[in-house]
């Protein structure tokens, strides 16, 4: 029998996507075995994270501050907006270096279904930073999904109305993939061969 510790390691670990029980067991094995350069280390850092992990307040990204390095840093455009579904979507972009605007997180697309309806996205928000902030572009990287689709057209319609210029990452990108999965060449050329939904008008 393993310990009790060694066994809810193994759970948790588990529970993650991607780390299957041999997965957990050979992680774990692993940090046991190195317990000065890796164990120790680990749990120090994890214990910090969990005391002082936030929601950034701007753009939904996670930082240890409540408003996260890239909303604050003011050597990045700031008048061009990167709409994403998730954190992980933009951790993707940040990954590659490929954006040097800012970013908005939805929390998910419009479903349904799921009951995920307009005022449960992160929507209002993006909206009033578009009106407050002279954002002149945004960018809609919402997945090539029906449900990312759905989203990135009801954006646009609002968007519209706002008189910004709204762009969709270029098609060829592998339908239902999330960009995290997708790699940076590919999703850098996307983003540079944008299609422009709807242009400015001048005299608006
Ligand atoms: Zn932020």
Known sequence: MKSAEIDLLIKILSSLQGIGP??????ILQLIQKKESLLIPLAKILNELSEKVYKCNICGNYDTKDLCYICVNQ????NIL??????ADL??????????????VLGGTLNAIKGYSPEKLNIEKLYKRIKADNINEVILATSVTTMGQATAHYLTDTIKKMNVKVTR????????????YIDDATLGQA???RTIIYEKEKNK
């Open 75 to 78: 050597n990045r455009d700031r």
């Open 169 to 180: 990452l270029a098609r060829g990108l592998p339908a239902g993939g999330e960009l995290d």
């Open 91 to 104: 951790w993707a972009m940040e990954r590659g270096n490929l954006f040097n605007g800012l970013y908005h």
């Open 191 to 193: 983003l540079r061969e």
């Open 22 to 27: 041999r997965s957990a067991n050979r992680i």
């Open 82 to 87: 990167c709409v994403v579904e998730q954190v």
